[in-house]
């Protein structure tokens, strides 16, 4: 037992030493507080206490969400729901809510006569641009929003493109252009590869694959292959083709002629996004450059120009710390320096001006192009509708769709003084662009995108009854794919996301499962779908084009109800 009184002689000598560094720091810490540092009146009063204010102020937004009542979404009930969802377990709650709703909302009517969930139609597919050459069909009302490479991680995005190619989820570039890890589930075909760059294995590289992953896992073994083939700055703009062992990307110098026919199968539906700083389609002075568009478009099924978006009606914002080589690649910009996109798109001075641009889009592509706003002003969109009525009268282009937005927040990076200050709600805009569409005999040739607080299948179904045809959702899907609501995405704070979902940090991104939050986005993605057409049986509609705002109620903070919707916004905008 002589080894059991050596160690308890050590712990007791550390024990005693340990106390006495840890007085020897504070007496230190309480001078230094006092007498040296001149930048917290607080701590100069209250040396070392002062510093608890701090230390809980750094805690209090991570630890919110965990000990208060959810306040930005309706109940924290649907944010459990988008997690649980995301792990496809049984999504049922027993006796009642844990945060009842409280305040103003709509309620949905349900039927005398219910339908059983069969009887619901499967096909939820929307078409957009149906005068267009290849007019977009998705498979689903359900749109992953606009969210950049270079905002997410490439593994995050890398995820998206899985679940999307899995659960025929339609996805959003986001302004940050189309970017490898976005065509992650591309395969080399050799009859039709001139389009891309391909580097070809070596003996050394395919040695150390072979022992990373005999000893350790594919992951590491990918890494290592990566380390010897590839610049080390550039790593992220090529992919792995796990079925010809080969590294490539796509040669956007190679002859238009080179590229697909058409959309590759394995791909997932995607939306390219065009914001005011070009990115992905500027030439080397910043211009628009029409041949890079047109091979993007070999890639993606529509197009979206940013406008405005939620509380980011300026230009898009990306930290210089999120500016890797690869997103300096992507965008055509310098690396390691802030991006602060111009606020007003460059083609864009007038609404003529943005709609001759859209139909631009329209001849290069022959695809569906729309456009992205925030509505703050009923007068301001019916001048907007008025034009487009006018050039479909005269014969010519419109936009094929149209996103609106709420400005309810959302974004990653955005002005504090514009959040919640400058917009209206989904709801309040959808009515809006919704009816005036309707006035000018062109909500037929103008589908609808809304977005903004959509987490669960009861607010998607009343998303499309108030006048959308299909929703956009962020935030929820970004809790499926293991966002935990830190608020740390910006990358111009001194803390990055701990998940790695929102950050270029490398050793946060390295913790980061593709393959499983790709799943689990997935199943967020089917689950939502399921249990839409669930609500739908019970309201006795068959189809997602039967829903409209007859089928809602509206319930106000002081009890009143309205059943008639038209009613209720027809006082309320007083029109």
Same mark, same amino acid.
């Given at each position: 037992?002589?080894?059991?009184? !050596?160690?308890?002689?050590?712990?007791?000598?550390?024990?005693?030493?340990?106390?006495?560094?840890?007085?020897?720091?504070?007496?230190?810490?309480?001078?230094?507080?006092?007498?040296?540092?001149?930048?917290?009146? @607080?701590?100069?009063?209250?040396?070392?206490?002062?510093?608890?204010?701090?230390?809980?102020?750094?805690?209090?937004?991570?630890?919110?969400?965990?000990?208060?009542? $959810?306040?930005?979404?309706?109940?924290? *009930?649907?944010?459990?729901?988008?997690?649980?969802?995301?792990?496809?377990?049984?999504?049922?709650?027993?006796?009642?809510?844990?945060?009842?709703?409280?305040?103003?909302?709509?309620?949905?009517?349900? =039927?005398?006569?219910?339908?059983?969930? $069969?009887?619901?139609?499967?096909?939820?597919?929307?078409?957009?641009?149906?005068?267009?050459?290849?007019?977009?069909?998705?498979?689903?009302?359900?749109?992953?929003?606009?969210?950049?490479?270079?905002?997410?991680?490439?593994?995050?995005?890398?995820?998206?493109?899985?679940?999307?190619?899995?659960?025929?989820?339609?996805?959003?570039?986001?302004?940050?252009?189309?970017?490898?890890?976005?065509?992650?589930? @591309?395969?080399?075909?050799?009859?039709?590869?001139?389009?891309?760059?391909?580097?070809?294995?070596?003996?050394?590289?395919?040695?150390?694959?072979?022992?990373? *992953?005999?000893?350790?896992?594919?992951?590491?073994?990918?890494?290592?292959?990566?380390?010897?083939?590839?610049? $080390?700055?550039?790593?992220?703009?090529?992919?792995?083709?796990?079925?010809?062992?080969?590294?490539?990307?796509?040669?956007?110098?190679?002859?238009?002629?080179?590229?697909?026919?058409?959309?590759?199968?394995?791909?997932?539906?995607?939306?390219?996004?065009?914001?005011?700083?070009?990115?992905?389609?500027? +030439? %080397?002075?910043?211009?628009?450059?029409?041949?890079?568009? &047109?091979?993007?478009?070999?890639?993606?099924?529509?197009?979206?120009?940013?406008?405005?978006?939620?509380?980011?009606?300026?230009?898009?914002?990306?930290?210089?710390?999120?500016?890797?080589?690869?997103?300096?690649?992507?965008?055509?910009?310098?690396?390691? &320096? +802030?991006?602060?996109?111009?606020?007003?798109?460059?083609?864009?001075?007038?609404?003529?001006?943005?709609?001759?641009?859209?139909?631009?889009?329209?001849?290069?592509?022959? %695809?569906?192009?729309?456009?992205?706003?925030?509505?703050?002003?009923?007068?301001?969109?019916?001048?907007?509708?008025?034009?487009?009525?006018?050039?479909?009268?005269? !014969?010519?282009?419109?936009?094929?769709?149209?996103?609106? *937005?709420?400005?309810?927040?959302?974004?990653?990076?955005?002005?504090?003084?514009?959040?919640?200050?400058?917009?209206?709600?989904?709801?309040?805009?959808?009515?809006?662009?919704?009816?005036?569409?309707?006035?000018?005999?062109?909500?037929?040739?103008?589908?609808?995108?809304?977005?903004?607080?959509?987490?669960?299948?009861?607010?998607?179904?009343?998303?499309?009854?108030? !006048?959308?045809?299909?929703? !956009?959702?962020?935030?929820?899907?970004?809790?499926?794919?293991?966002?935990?609501?830190?608020?740390?995405?910006?990358?111009?704070?001194?803390?990055?996301?701990?998940?790695?979902?929102?950050?270029?940090?490398? &050793?946060?991104?390295?913790?980061?499962?593709?393959?499983?939050?790709?799943?689990?986005?997935?199943?967020?993605? &089917?689950?939502?779908?399921?249990?839409?057409?669930?609500?739908? =049986?019970?309201?006795?509609?068959?189809?997602?084009?039967?829903?409209?705002?007859?089928?809602?109620?509206?319930?106000?903070?002081?009890?009143?109800?309205?059943?008639?919707? +038209?009613?209720?916004?027809?006082?309320?905008?007083?029109?």
């Amino acid at each position: 037992m002589e080894w059991v009184h !050596g160690l308890w002689h050590f712990l007791d000598e550390f024990v005693e030493y340990f106390a006495v560094l840890i007085i020897i720091a504070v007496i230190a810490l309480y001078i230094y507080d006092r007498y040296v540092q001149r930048q917290h009146a @607080l701590l100069v009063n209250y040396p070392i206490i002062g510093r608890f204010r701090y230390f809980f102020e750094a805690l209090r937004e991570p630890l919110r969400q965990y000990f208060a009542e $959810e306040s930005f979404y309706d109940s924290k *009930d649907k944010v459990d729901w988008v997690y649980t969802a995301a792990k496809n377990k049984p999504n049922y709650q027993s006796f009642s809510v844990s945060q009842p709703f409280s305040g103003s909302r709509f309620i949905l009517k349900h =039927a005398t006569s219910v339908l059983n969930d $069969e009887e619901v139609d499967q096909n939820m597919q929307v078409v957009f641009g149906k005068n267009r050459k290849y007019p977009f069909v998705s498979q689903t009302p359900i749109i992953r929003s606009a969210m950049s490479d270079g905002a997410l991680s490439p593994e995050a995005v890398r995820a998206f493109s899985l679940a999307g190619r899995d659960s025929n989820l339609t996805i959003n570039t986001g302004e940050g252009s189309l970017t490898s890890n976005h065509l992650f589930t @591309l395969k080399i075909d050799p009859n039709n590869s001139k389009y891309l760059e391909v580097v070809k294995s070596t003996p050394f590289a395919e040695l150390a694959f072979k022992i990373g *992953d005999f000893f350790f896992n594919k992951k590491v073994a990918l890494k290592w292959y990566r380390d010897i083939l590839l610049n $080390e700055k550039t790593q992220n703009t090529y992919i792995y083709d796990t079925s010809s062992h080969l590294l490539f990307r796509v040669n956007w110098e190679a002859a238009i002629e080179y590229f697909p026919k058409e959309v590759p199968k394995e791909l997932p539906d995607m939306i390219f996004q065009i914001s005011s700083g070009l990115y992905g389609v500027r +030439d %080397k002075n910043g211009n628009f450059d029409k041949e890079k568009y &047109k091979k993007i478009m070999k890639f993606c099924k529509m197009t979206e120009i940013k406008i405005a978006q939620g509380a980011k009606q300026t230009g898009g914002k990306l930290a210089g710390s999120k500016v890797t080589a690869d997103i300096a690649y992507y965008r055509g910009v310098e690396e390691g &320096k +802030d991006i602060i996109s111009p606020n007003r798109f460059p083609y864009a001075d007038t609404i003529e001006d943005l709609l001759n641009f859209i139909e631009k889009l329209q001849r290069l592509s022959e %695809k569906p192009v729309g456009f992205k706003i925030v509505i703050s002003d009923i007068a301001s969109v019916e001048t907007l509708v008025q034009k487009l009525a006018k050039r479909k009268n005269y !014969g010519e282009f419109i936009p094929d769709f149209i996103t609106v *937005d709420s400005g309810e927040g959302g974004s990653a990076t955005a002005p504090l003084e514009l959040m919640e200050s400058v917009g209206l709600t989904t709801n309040n805009s959808l009515y809006i662009l919704d009816m005036l569409l309707k006035k000018y005999n062109i909500r037929e040739d103008v589908k609808i995108i809304a977005s903004g607080k959509i987490l669960t299948p009861d607010d998607a179904v009343i998303t499309l009854c108030m !006048g959308a045809d299909a929703v !956009g959702i962020a935030r929820a899907f970004m809790m499926s794919g293991g966002c935990i609501r830190a608020k740390m995405c910006s990358g111009f704070g001194t803390h990055v996301c701990p998940v790695g979902m929102a950050t270029q940090d490398p &050793k946060k991104r390295a913790s980061y499962l593709v393959i499983k939050k790709g799943i689990q986005i997935g199943h967020y993605h &089917k689950n939502l779908l399921k249990s839409m057409k669930t609500v739908m =049986a019970v309201m006795g509609i068959k189809s997602i084009k039967d829903l409209n705002k007859s089928l809602l109620t509206y319930k106000n903070r002081s009890g009143e109800i309205y059943f008639d919707i +038209d009613k209720y916004f027809q006082q309320k905008f007083k029109i």
